[in-house]
């Protein structure tokens, strides 16, 4: 078993190997020809970005179009942002050694590490994605559902009818048990009381709290140095799990997405410890707030709409899992969590026409895409059926998961899970939103501000 002191050099090396180079390392980039952008500065636009998104970003639209040029931190670095579903084919269909998606995800390096199929490139992105692409296969997805379904009937088992409660606080709770369960596969208790609230420090971390990484005298200070210590208490935990896994009896015979990465074997290419670490909390971060924040918004939005609440706990009772699954989708249609899909430029390339230097980073903006009238008629309104029929919206139209050879690995595990918790949810009660909901920026995802507050009131089942 790894020792103490294996596991803290690991995680120190992490911090060191995705370390962000200096404003003077970064190669300048030519943005003679890029589109008009706002003259404001740096520090403005890059808040407007993160912080203030759904203001800022339809002010863009409306003053400069369907495609515009940021500047932002560091280095006044261009951000070119398209809203046009033929530019967001051609970006996603792009070369993916030529358009890379690594980049954009760099801040986040310390916290998922260098062999997170979300920092990685290239040919070692194509193989972390092959390693993993087995343990969300279809015949994957149907052991999980069982496991999902469990999971969502004791959650709404513990509620009762006329009980007032934050949509998004339980739905925090659910989608972390189903990672614990489905995706880390921890079955011993004491861990697994001590990894729930590491797991929720660790996804809560902001963004700013990084530049203790970028800034290592920071962590002479409290709060700049906790949330470091508290990751690596994190990396504890995991690699420890890991260790024990590995000698586990029953290791041939379990279905958690941990067990499957052990028993991967291609050719003699398996995955170290700190690969399978960084797997472990990419997967983490990228599917627990996030499924969480859709189900809190489609809870919401039924919550606002007896007809819609009606057509779904019907469905929900009929096991009619293609209406399910389109309340989902259109949940996070109306309520991106991620606001964009980025990719840089490795060499000069085309893109909507114009010549765009190497260095330059591109994408399709979610929020833009979704809320397009042309693409989604009356985009402000809930409504489900949009996803049924014959001609649903295409994956250029709607990109909550991405889309080309960077689309979300677990995307339709995503929606496994949300149908068994809408149906286990809608099976037992009916919900009443108790207040208007606006977004409001969490870190870099999209949440309700009130955190999507609910009764919920029992019906016969």
């Known amino acids: 078993m790894m020792d103490t002191d294996e596991m803290a050099r690991l995680s120190r090396e992490r911090f060191e190997h995705t370390r962000p180079p200096s404003r003077g390392a970064l190669p300048p980039v030519d943005t003679t020809n890029l589109p008009r952008g706002p003259r404001l500065p740096v520090l403005v636009q890059s808040a407007g970005l993160l912080r203030f998104r759904h203001q800022f970003v339809p002010w863009l639209r409306k003053r400069y179009g369907d495609e515009v040029t940021l500047r932002l931190l560091p280095a006044s670095r261009a951000l ?28 986040l390096g310390p916290v998922m590490g260098e062999h997170s199929v979300l920092i990685l490139d290239g040919e070692a992105h194509k193989r972390a994605r092959r390693m993993l692409m087995p343990a969300f296969s279809g015949h994957a997805l149907r052991g999980y559902r069982e496991v999902v379904a469990r999971l969502a009937d004791n959650e709404v088992s513990g509620w009762r009818s006329g009980q007032e409660l934050r949509a998004l606080d339980r739905m925090n709770a659910l989608t972390l048990e189903v990672i614990l369960h489905v995706v880390f596969g921890v079955t011993d208790e004491q861990r697994l009381a001590r ?33 470091i210590e508290r990751l690596y208490e994190l990396d504890r935990e995991i690699y420890a799990e890991i260790a024990e896994r590995r000698q586990a009896p029953d290791l041939a015979d379990r279905t958690d997405v941990l067990s499957q990465l052990i028993r991967l074997d291609e050719g003699g290419d398996t995955l170290t410890d700190s690969e399978l670490r960084d797997h472990l909390v990419t997967l983490l971060l990228a599917g627990h707030e996030t499924t969480a924040t859709a189900l809190a918004w489609a809870l919401q939005e039924l919550g606002s709409d007896p007809e819609q609440l009606r057509r779904a706990r019907e469905a929900a009772l009929s096991g009619d899992d ?13 309520h991106p969590v991620i606001a964009m899909v980025v990719r840089t430029l490795t060499r000069p390339t085309v893109i909507a026409g114009r010549e765009m230097a190497r260095g330059t980073t591109v994408g399709p903006s979610i929020l833009l895409s979704h809320s397009d009238p042309a693409r989604f008629p009356d985009p402000a309104s809930f409504r489900p059926d949009r996803f049924t029929g014959d001609d649903p919206p295409s994956l250029t139209d709607w990109i909550p998961f991405g889309g080309g050879a960077r689309r979300c690995l677990g995307a339709a595990f995503a929606q496994v899970e949300a149908v068994e918790v809408l149906r286990a949810v809608l099976s037992s009660f009916d919900v009443t939103a108790l207040g208007v909901e606006r977004p409001q920026v969490r870190n870099i995802t999209s949440v309700p501000r009130h955190g999507a507050r609910i009764r919920v009131d029992g019906h016969p089942r």
Not at 92 to 104: E, I, M, Q, S, W
Not at 216 to 222: A, G, S, V
Not at 323 to 334: G, P
Request: proline letters at 8%; glycine letters at 6%; charged letters at 25%.
């Open 80 to 107: 070119v942002l398209f809203s046009r579903p033929e530019v967001t084919k051609e970006i996603f269909a792009g070369d993916p050694d030529v358009l890379h998606a690594g980049k954009g995800n760099a801040i």
């Open 322 to 334: 293609g209406w399910l699954e389109a309340v989902f989708k259109e949940s996070i249609r109306l």
């Open 195 to 227: 990894l729930r609230p590491l797991i929720t420090q660790t996804v809560n971390v902001s963004p700013v709290v990084l530049l203790a990484w970028t800034l290592p005298f920071l962590q002479r200070y409290r709060r700049w140095r906790e949330p």
